[in-house]
Nanobody, 117 residues
Framework: QVQLVESGGGLVQAGGSLRLSCAASGSTFGINIMAWYRQAPGKQRELVAGVSSGGTTNYADSVKDRFTISRDNAKNIVWLQMNSLKPEDTAVYYC???????????WGQGTQVTVSS
């Protein structure tokens, strides 16, 4: 099993910044993808950004040029730097990890991000 613990959420004004962190522990061998998803009230969970073990990143169009995902493979930590935050970024943000070789997907408990206008 892999445990994911997120931190860094909170309340921020529009235009501000937050940095989310997610630390993986347990059976972390073979984690390929680490990613951040978010879910706003009444909406489906959506991918925000992902990063492979090789460093390849991908972003939702809505956050490109504002958010940056990064990862420390040795420490099994992934970060999401969020700049120029907008009220529409308000959501619960979830850390995600995938061990494709074993067909396993793991989720964190979620951290609330609220952006006030």
């Amino acid at each position: 099993q892999v445990q994911l613990v997120e931190s860094g959420g909170g309340l921020v004004q529009a235009g501000g910044s937050l940095r989310l962190s997610c630390a993986a522990s347990g059976s972390t061998f073979g984690i390929n993808i680490m990613a951040w998803y978010r879910q706003a009230p009444g909406k489906q969970r959506e991918l925000v950004a992902g990063v492979s073990s090789g460093g390849t990143t991908n972003y939702a169009d809505s956050v490109k040029d504002r958010f940056t995902i990064s990862r420390d493979n040795a420490k099994n930590i992934v970060w999401l730097q969020m700049n120029s935050l907008k009220p529409e970024d308000t959501a619960v943000y979830y850390c995600n990890a995938e061990r494709n070789l074993y067909g396993m997907v793991y989720w964190g408990q979620g951290t609330q991000v609220t952006v006030s206008s």
